[in-house]
């Protein structure tokens, strides 16, 4: 079945509608990466499909629902080629731009992300309390995008809840990832083109020890051990230590759930599929592949969709845990 798209290029205030132009279009996003990119290749006709750096391409389905919007910061044309190659970035792109000294006192993560947005001058949408306020976070020749993501890996780490930064209608929003209800069924004989699995321990750590000062210089110590893990694997340690002053059940914290991400059989899974709109990174799905044993539910770790001559398959990376970017904060010598 062929998908359709209503493409609109705005340059100022003029909005042009390129769909019928569109010779490829490529969308893709991992999770090690701030933000998504889409490229564009467009049949060259004078003034209708030539737009300037900076324009906003937005992408419709054919009932007129927005699914993407990104900003052109790339753009390539050749004398003997009668098409256009546009690469365009969304607005998170613009955190991983700038490089700055700064600290933040008494601020939450959320507070640091309007701060930040607010310099930017990006625009934002909702941003939901993290509530987690640090006394100090100084960062020394870091990007937006790595202050953002080290305050909501502290955040983490200290709550146990989980934010991620979003966009939605071309604004930046800080949300609360939330457990996800729906899923995408994708199965063999249906719309499953190809599939791959992998498992290793090479990876894996069976026990953690954990080390930092009180608020009085006095060591802190703590070591968890997954013991059926360590009978299966043997014993493999992590050692993390801690920078910024904690206590002990902060290292405790810390300790456990350090463990319960490093302890499991590291598993790797892809399959390429008939494309489906809202399918990316984060998004969670169903697969069912009993040739390769990947039947269950997964998350997309990272995603490649490619639309041509009407059709649109997709790539999928896919990881069996909800993982998100995260950066540990190192105090600032």
């Not at 205030?13 to 569109?22: D, N, P, Q, R």
């Not at 983490?156 to 930064?165: A, D, E, L, P």
């Not at 490093?262 to 040739?291: C, F, M, P, R």
Request: overall charge neutral; hydrophobic content about 35%; charged content about 30%.
């Amino acid at each position: 079945m062929k998908e359709q798209y209503k493409i609109a290029v705005i340059q100022e205030t003029l909005t042009s509608w390129i769909e019928e132009a569109v010779v490829t279009m490529a969308w893709s996003g991992n999770k090690q990466e701030a933000s998504r990119t889409l490229t564009l290749e467009v049949v060259k006709v004078k003034e209708k499909t030539e737009f300037s750096i900076g324009s906003s391409i937005i992408i419709y389905d054919a009932d007129d629902k927005e699914l993407m919007r990104y900003i052109i910061t790339k753009k390539d044309k050749t004398r003997n080629n009668n098409t256009i190659k546009y690469m365009a970035r969304d607005i998170r792109w613009w955190l991983t731009r700038s490089t700055m000294d700064k600290k933040f006192e008494n601020m939450t993560a959320s507070e640091i992300f309007i701060s930040l947005c607010k310099m930017l001058e990006i625009q934002i949408g909702l941003v939901t309390d993290t509530k987690v306020k640090f006394s100090v976070l100084h960062f020394v020749k870091k990007t937006p995008w790595d202050i953002i993501i080290t305050a909501l890996t502290e955040t983490r780490k200290r709550s146990g809840k989980r934010f991620i930064v979003h966009v939605k209608n071309g604004k930046l929003e800080l949300i609360e990832k939330a457990t996800q209800t729906m899923q995408w069924v994708i199965e063999e004989g249906k719309n499953l083109l190809d599939a791959s699995y992998s498992e290793s321990i090479e990876s894996t750590y069976t026990q953690v020890q954990v080390v930092g000062k009180d608020a009085k210089g006095k060591e802190i110590s703590i070591v968890k051990k997954d013991v059926a893990a360590q009978k299966q694997y043997g014993v493999m340690q992590e050692y993390i230590s801690q920078s910024d002053k904690v206590t002990q059940a902060e290292v405790n914290a810390i300790a456990v759930q350090k463990l319960k991400e490093l302890s499991i059989l590291q598993k790797s899974g892809s399959i390429k599929a008939i494309g489906i709109n809202g399918v990316e990174t984060g998004i969670g799905i169903y697969v069912i592949d009993h040739e390769t044993g990947l039947v269950g539910s997964f998350y997309v770790e990272s995603d490649s969709h490619q639309y041509k001559n009407g059709y649109h398959e997709m790539s999928l990376t896919l990881a069996w845990t909800d993982e998100l970017p995260k950066i540990e904060y190192e105090e600032t010598k």
